[in-house]
Structure formats: structure tokens, C-alpha cells
């Protein structure tokens, strides 16, 4: 069973610094790798996906990686803005079989501080 | 991008009534949707899979005959959570995938319902 881990469960931060937010998940075989931002008590808004073939994705401030053999993604925020706060989930999609579902991390809790 | 809504966005009600949230795709056609379950600093655990026209698929664990989920068309579901209870106040929010769910597709979230039980 695949499990996602989130580390650190919070983070605060002043503005202007640069963070990374960190990602593992137990089951290699994955088809793809997602991060989504989630507002309180709001939806989630995808980030960046990775597919499993690829090793980053950039969007802005934003860059992700993967590294798919040891379980592990990290989400990079340069210059961070107050804007940023918010939790920052990870998903897996499996690949094979019933490779629609999504399992997710608990999230990262992260506030930018003025 | 296309759109995904959720009504309500907030609904409280007395333990034992029925509460039906709606999930709609505004500008697509969902041929899969999905629906969540979030507890406080906890993951999104997935309840159901649903085809439109077809039964929904259940997790392991999700009472099927106390949450009915009904994917009546391409651009609704409803998810009813019958004779609730204060165990099932969480917040609850609905996926819209088109396209081939075996293959990359979109995916798109609702903005979530807030279920409070007294």
C-alpha cells in the first residue's frame, strides 16, 4: 500500500527566503507525481505535475523534482511571498491497474511572514 | 481552466438527518468523479469512484449504504451522507477527471463542502 510522507508538517518563513518543501512515497511504481497548494477550507489548485519519466517541472518560483528510484520529491519556493501561505499537499498517481486514484500526503502548513 | 463547483459550500445539520452535496463540472464533461474526505491536518482520503451512469466504487472501509454517491450525468454528482453523525463532520471535496482514466487526463477539484453534524 502505497503511503505519502510530508515533512515538515509546518514551516514558517520570513519573505524573500527560499524554501524546499519535501515529499517520499514507499511505492516506486508511479505514473506521476503532483503538487497541489490547498487555501483554508478551500479546494486544491495543481502546482506541478512530474510524470514518472520526468525528473522536474518549473512553473515561476516554483520547481519540483523527482526521484522516482528512492521515493522522493521535493517542491522548491524561491523568494517567497506572503501570498505563498497556504499547505502544500503532494500526490501519487499509481501506474497499472486502477492508476487513476491518488494517494496524498498529510501537507506542509506554510507560512510566509512579512 | 475549467471549473468544478460545490454546493454547499458549508452545511450544518442535526445528527440522524440526510445531507446531499452536489458536485458540478461547469464547462467539461466528467467522465469520472471522485469524491473526498479531509480531516483536520490529515490527508485527502478517497471515498468513491464514479462513472457517469454506473454504480460508484467504494474504498475499503466507505459505508456505501450510508454515503450515496449518484453520478447522474456528465457534469453532476451528489454524494448523500444518510443519518449523520457528529463522526461524520469533515470537510468533503469532489474530483472531476475527463478524458481516459487509464492514461494522463486532467483532474480538477471542487472548492469543498464543510460538514458540521450536531
Not at chain 1, 9 to 28: I, K, M, R, Y
Not at chain 1, 78 to 107: E, W
Not at chain 2, 49 to 74: P, R
Not at chain 2, 77 to 96: G, K, N, Q, W
Request: charged share 20%; with cysteine; net charge positive.
Amino acid at each position: 500500500k502505497q503511503e505519502v510522507t510530508q515533512i515538515p508538517a509546518a514551516l514558517s518563513v520570513p519573505e524573500g527566503e527560499n524554501l524546499v518543501l519535501n515529499c517520499s512515497f514507499t511505492d516506486s511504481a508511479i505514473y506521476n507525481l503532483q503538487w497541489f497548494r490547498q487555501d483554508p477550507g478551500k479546494g486544491l489548485t495543481s502546482l506541478l505535475l512530474i510524470q514518472s519519466s520526468q525528473r522536474e517541472q518549473t512553473s515561476g518560483r516554483l520547481n519540483a523534482s523527482l526521484d522516482k528510484s528512492s521515493g522522493r520529491s521535493t517542491l522548491y519556493i524561491a523568494a517567497s511571498q506572503p501570498g505563498d501561505s497556504a499547505t502544500y499537499l503532494c500526490a501519487v498517481r499509481r501506474s497499472g491497474g486502477s492508476n487513476y486514484k491518488l494517494t496524498f500526503g498529510k501537507g506542509t502548513l506554510l507560512t510566509v511572514n512579512p | 481552466g475549467a471549473v468544478v463547483s460545490q454546493h454547499p459550500s458549508r452545511v450544518i445539520c442535526k445528527s440522524g438527518t440526510s445531507v446531499k452535496i452536489e458536485c458540478r463540472s461547469l464547462d467539461f464533461q466528467a467522465t469520472t468523479m471522485f469524491w473526498y474526505r479531509q480531516f483536520p491536518k490529515q490527508s485527502l482520503m478517497l471515498m468513491a469512484t464514479s462513472n457517469e451512469g454506473s454504480k460508484a466504487t467504494y474504498e475499503q472501509g466507505v459505508e456505501k449504504d450510508k454515503f450515496l454517491i449518484n453520478h447522474a450525468s456528465l457534469t453532476l454528482s451528489t454524494l448523500t451522507v444518510t443519518s449523520a453523525h457528529p463522526e461524520d463532520s469533515s470537510f468533503y471535496i469532489c474530483r472531476a477527471s475527463r478524458g481516459d482514466i487509464n492514461s494522463y487526463n486532467e483532474q480538477f477539484f471542487g472548492p469543498g463542502t464543510r460538514l458540521t453534524v450536531l
